[in-house]
């Protein structure tokens, strides 16, 4: 993981080209945490901020582990965009695990993967440039 600088998600704040750029460089896509907006958004295909489009049209294979409200795991919106990203061959959806809810005081699914085993995965998957494995959790 490398970055120079911080790069926001705005086209008013980015340079010529520079959304080309990001899509070409990494080797691996992590999105972490991943919220509810962010997954069905791009579960289908929008490409209405710099990140969004960058990630959409990037050749890297993406690892998303979301991070949901009570009630996000279960919700139709959710079992759509899961849906439609399991037949996106770079795209690997984590599923989510039981955590405490702050919001209710109970433990409920929806906490993202803890982000050492997302590492730990790319790290046994080994991505070498031309060479994109479908990756996983489990």
Known sequence: MHADRVVLDDWN????GEHVELSRWPDAIIVYPASLNFVTRFSLGAVDT????SIQCSAAPIVIAPALPPGGA????????KTRLGEHARVQLLQ???APS???GTDVRGA???FTDVIELLD???????NHPRVGLG
């Open 13 to 16: 704040q980015m340079g010529s």
């Open 50 to 53: 710099p990140a969004m489009l």
């Open 74 to 81: 279960e919700s139709f919106s959710f079992g759509q965009a």
């Open 96 to 98: 989510t695990i039981v």
């Open 102 to 104: 702050v919001a209710l």
């Open 112 to 114: 993202p993967v803890p």
């Open 124 to 130: 046994q998957v080994g991505n070498h440039e031309g």
